[in-house]
């Protein structure tokens, strides 16, 4: 599966938000499917099948990042809950949604822009897609409960 990335690799790479958490049990630790868990070693995934944070400074880590040179061990095969980043599938009153995290600070200057709004669609009709669907519907744990720092954009219907 393919999907097109809205931040530029040059802009991740130079950023110090994604991939470093507050909490061990951070709520925005990746999500992952079943696919993703039989792609991943077993040692990194914890009892809620989402990766295992690492202590790293004062933060917590993904255990597949190198905060050396802010690059991803896993990139070519990480879970979808990452692809998507900083865009997120989250719930609001039972509905599903496809929100973005205000602490990119790339969307925060790009949000509202022709290519926001255009990478917005494009991400509508990919999760819009039969074999998306079916994926979201078989792994409800990927829509995360995000109280704050999401912007809702667009419900995303699985029927």
Known sequence: MELKQFVPSEVCLACDVCCRFSEADSVWSPLLTDTDICKIPKQLINKNNKLRL????????????????NKCGIYNNRPLDCMLYPFLLAKRNNKIFLSFDLKCPFLQ?????????????????????????????????????????????????LK
């Open 109 to 157: 200057k790009k949000q509202g822009s022709p290519e926001f709004k255009d990478h917005v669609k494009y991400l509508v009709e990919f999760l819009g897609q039969d074999e998306l669907k079916e994926l979201i519907k078989r792994n409800p744990q990927i829509i995360g409960d995000y109280q704050e720092d999401v912007v809702f954009l667009q419900e995303i219907a």
């Open 54 to 69: 690492v202590p790293y400074n004062d933060v917590y880590l993904c255990p597949c990042f190198n905060p050396v040179n």
